[in-house]
């Protein structure tokens, strides 16, 4: 079995663990069986008994060895952890349940909610497995996650430094306690941003992505994030973010403006980093022979 799980990016400004956003870069995560020797897709590694997919594959009760060939990039807020251990987690519970000889995996909503539940323990957090999972824009409570209703299909830039952070190093930078008005205006935007992606109104997402909770502080220790999310915004992005802990910034803009919103997010951040030009995953993960 192969499964294939796209990368994220959380928070989407002020969603802070409750938004995550489905991006068409995937990881693929297949059984490698019982045999030591067996040779390896063409780009994939052997994911030993620490990596998270592997972890993930053996909480589903997943026996034999699995590969990994991804190129989603670790430690840069793409949601890479959670791809890997959603697929993991897939084939483990594929192979439990007898399917190797299925077509195409359409899993249902049990299994999903099942593979969810695993991936949210592993994960922490809800926003980026709940957006591998289910594919498209995705709101999440933890418990509960339920797609977003799109009336637009724009690109999605991202500017993927060189350097990385790590998720849990992170939080610990963020206040413990925030002001009653931050925590207004953050609630307030997170409604917003919903409603304008329900609506379609690009005119209204610069606004609706504002944050008060957690990209002040991450941008003050990544210059270059900033400044990219900064080009973003000048060239014609409709909106900007700090996708999950950052350090990548991610952009949503029109298809025909993406180049120059890209070439903008390169030059003005410096030569610390490169750009994709993505869209909205609106399939989520799936699993096949």
């Given amino acids: 079995m192969i499964a294939r799980v796209p990368a994220s990016s959380a928070n989407i400004g002020p969603g802070f663990d409750a938004l995550g956003m489905a991006l068409t870069l995937y990881a693929e995560i297949g059984e490698l069986g019982v045999d030591p020797d067996a040779d390896l897709p063409d780009g994939a590694q052997l994911a030993d008994e620490h990596h998270p997919a592997t972890v993930a594959f053996r909480r589903a009760g997943g026996t034999g060895g699995l590969w990994v060939r991804s190129p989603i990039p670790m430690g840069r807020g793409l949601g890479y952890s959670a791809a890997v251990r959603v697929g993991g987690l897939l084939v483990g519970l594929a192979q439990r349940s007898g399917a190797g000889d299925t077509t195409t995996h359409e899993f249902s909503q049990d299994l999903a909610d099942e593979v969810l ?3 949210i323990a592993l994960e922490g957090h809800a926003d980026n497995a709940a957006a591998a999972v289910l594919g498209g824009v995705v709101a999440t409570t933890g418990d509960r996650s339920i797609r977003v209703p799109l009336q ?14 790590r ?3 992170s939080r610990t930078r963020l206040p413990a306690t925030v002001e009653f008005a931050d925590a207004v205006f953050n609630v307030a935007h997170v409604a917003f941003l919903v409603a304008a992606l329900a609506a379609g109104d690009v005119d209204a997402l610069a606004h609706a992505t504002q944050d008060r909770l957690h990209q002040p502080s991450r941008f003050a220790s990544a210059r270059e994030s900033h400044a990219a999310y900064e080009a973003a915004l000048a060239h ?22 993406a180049p120059t919103v890209a070439a903008a997010m ?23 022979p």
């Fill in 117 to 119: 539940a695993h991936a």
């Fill in 266 to 288: 390169g030059e003005t951040s410096g030569a610390v980093g490169h750009t994709k030009v993505l869209r909205i995953d609106h399939g989520g993960a799936t699993i096949e």
């Fill in 152 to 165: 637009l299909d724009p690109a999605v830039v991202v500017w993927v430094p060189s350097f990385s952070t």
């Fill in 167 to 169: 998720t849990d190093q």
């Fill in 236 to 257: 014609g992005a409709w909106s900007a973010w700090l996708s999950g802990s950052g350090p990548t910034v991610a952009a949503l803009c029109a298809i025909e403006t």
